[in-house]
């Protein structure tokens, strides 16, 4: 199970709507060992396209050498998807390289009228994905 402040959640789907038409992506970086998300790191589509999402490698080294520096990993990885469910596609599978991450989609649909609104939580280990429950609390 995925637990999230109401607050994280709040800016992943500011974030997600912000950039639609295009898919957003981001990080949540906690504590290493925690499983606890705690800075919000959204970060630039460098694809900037509705129907994929890349991270910019030198944002991503940047990044990496953060986590390192402050003793955290990728709590969660986020991106949204603009015009299909909040589920993760091929190609999400194949980047999902971070095992203990908990993968967020957010579905954008509703904002063309294409379908409802999402925001779903896998976990996606060497190609197996899992949905878990996401529960958004005040605070931890």
Do not use: W
């Amino acid at each position: 199970m995925l637990t999230i402040t109401q607050d994280l959640y709040d800016r992943i789907v500011a974030h997600a709507r912000q950039d639609h038409p295009d898919e957003a992506c981001g990080v949540v970086a906690g504590p290493a060992g925690t499983d606890r998300p705690e800075r919000f790191v959204p970060m630039l589509n460098a694809a900037r396209s509705p129907t994929f999402y890349e991270f910019d490698s030198k944002d991503l080294l940047k990044l990496y050498r953060e986590l390192d520096d402050r003793d955290e990993e990728p709590v969660i990885v986020y991106h949204s998807h603009t015009a299909t469910e909040a589920y993760p596609s091929r190609t999400d599978v194949t980047y999902a390289n971070e095992p203990g991450a908990h993968y967020v989609l957010v579905s954008t649909a509703d904002e063309d009228g294409l379908g409802e609104f999402q925001f779903r939580s896998y976990k996606i280990i060497e190609g197996v994905i899992t949905e878990e429950e996401v529960q958004v609390v005040a605070a931890y």
